[in-house]
């Protein structure tokens, strides 16, 4: 599933429907997806890595990335 087109698909037609909140307000927006998938908010760390990945100005190829990040943690497969 991780290599498949499948789930690039879903994570850039997410990424394009996600951009323009991610980037308005990058940091309340990172914390909200960790709720979301993770059932918990990022710590400073995981914040920071978010923001560089993210970039600025934020892009749709980006949040795509950050999605992947998110998606390939071992707690997401746990939660989800």
Known sequence: ??????????????AHKLVGEAGRNPQAWVTEIYLRTLGRAPDEAELRLAREILGEPVTEECVADFLWVVTMLPEFDFIR
């Open 1 to 14: 599933m991780t290599h498949g087109k499948s789930l690039n698909d879903r994570l850039k037609r997410a």
